[in-house]
């Protein structure tokens, strides 16, 4: 999706969310060059390999992925720092079939726009999620994101940073934003500015917050198959 949108910081909250659930959840990395998963999960200074290594066989997955700091059953694989040449499909599929062995949920965390990190984490997902504003040219960003997916791949979109004053003002329906983008709706986060610590980067949840994290747990509880309301916005 469109830069901004809060793509990392939804891949951490869902992923933290079903880790809440019980569930084995690996995090993965795959903005080359930009990355930033490390940041928010608090362990920046821990993280020693990245996926090239692993899908280079310089070392296992179990060796390259990071346990969070607090949320024991969610683990992260960094990008690498440098931007690769090529990002060979075979291998790519090895790492992810290794990791689905091994856990429950995999969410990778791509860069923007439609290049190659995106195109190959569709190629190897079993479903997209695309992020958006509630902006028109968020919206057409999403839109164009949605026609480039396979057909055959579920997608579905998430509405960020949602105001209640912005969707009272704003010219479409949440019907009609689906309708306009050509995808399925599956959550929608309210605009929290209490997400991030002041004197850090790193990511705060808590079950009894009643903001983005109440959406992320939503999310995460839609993934498991239950049945979960939209959050209303009054």
């Known amino acids: 999706g469109k830069g901004g949108t809060g793509k990392s910081s939804t891949v951490v909250g869902v992923g933290i969310a079903l880790s809440q659930l019980g569930k084995r959840v690996l995090c993965i990395d795959f903005d080359f060059g930009m990355r930033c998963l490390d940041l928010l999960f608090g362990c920046s200074d821990t993280v020693c390999m990245d996926c090239m290594d692993v899908m280079a066989g310089g070392c296992s997955l179990s060796q390259a992925a990071v346990v969070h700091p607090i949320h024991k059953s969610l683990f992260l694989l960094m990008a690498p720092v440098s931007i690769p040449s090529a990002l060979p499909v075979e291998k790519l599929n090895a790492l992810v079939s290794c990791a689905k062995a091994a856990y429950d949920y995999i969410l990778i965390d791509t860069s923007p726009g439609l290049g190659v990190s995106f195109q190959s984490a569709c190629a190897v997902s079993d479903g997209v999620f695309v992020m958006s504003h509630c ?50 709706l599956l959550g929608m986060i309210p605009n929290d500015v209490h997400l991030f610590q002041t004197t850090s980067d790193h990511f705060l949840f808590s079950p009894a917050h ?25």
């Open 135 to 184: 902006t028109i040219p968020s919206l057409r960003c999403t839109q164009l994101a949605a026609n480039s997916l396979s057909h055959t791949t579920p997608a579905h979109m998430i509405l960020n940073q949602v105001q209640a004053k912005q969707l009272s003002h704003f010219p479409m329906t949440i019907d009609e934003v689906m309708d306009y983008v050509g995808l399925p």
């Open 210 to 234: 009643k903001g983005a994290c109440a959406a992320y747990s939503n999310i995460a509880r839609r993934l498991t198959g239950e049945a979960v309301p939209l959050m209303r916005f009054a």
